[in-house]
């Protein structure tokens, strides 16, 4: 069973910074795109950040020059490292990876982990 896991959100004043992070565990053969949706309260979610297997980025434009994501392959976790934190940027992050294992290849979601930005 393959399991996605958030840490590192919190309450930050607008103008500062958070690095979220996601862990894939479980029976893992390999991962495509890595990335970052997230979804504030009233609103769809909304993609932030990709990163490919082989470093290849995107970025939603409100973030850009911002937010960097980055990932390890040895460790498949990917992180997002937010800065200039603005209000609008409050909501719920969920990373997610493209994941192929035992039971062949599907798109894996964390549970979400909250971001709340203080003006």
């Known amino acids: 069973q393959v399991q996605l896991v958030e840490s590192g959100g919190g309450l930050v004043q607008a103008g500062g910074s958070l690095r979220l992070s996601c862990a894939a565990s479980?029976?893992?053969?390999?991962?495509?795109?890595m990335g970052w949706h997230r979804q504030a309260p009233g609103k769809q979610r909304e993609l932030v950040a990709t990163i490919s297997r082989g470093g290849d980025t995107n970025y939603a434009d409100s973030v850009k020059g911002r937010f960097t994501i980055s990932r390890d392959n040895t460790q498949n976790t990917v992180s997002l490292l937010m800065n200039s934190l603005k209000p609008d940027d409050a909501a719920v992050y969920y990373c997610?990876?493209?994941?192929?294992?035992?039971?062949?290849?599907?798109?894996?979601w964390g549970q979400g982990t909250q971001v709340t930005v203080s003006s």
């Open positions: 479980g029976r893992i053969w390999s991962i495509d795109d």
């Open positions: 997610y990876g493209g994941i192929s294992g035992r039971v062949g290849w599907a798109k894996y």
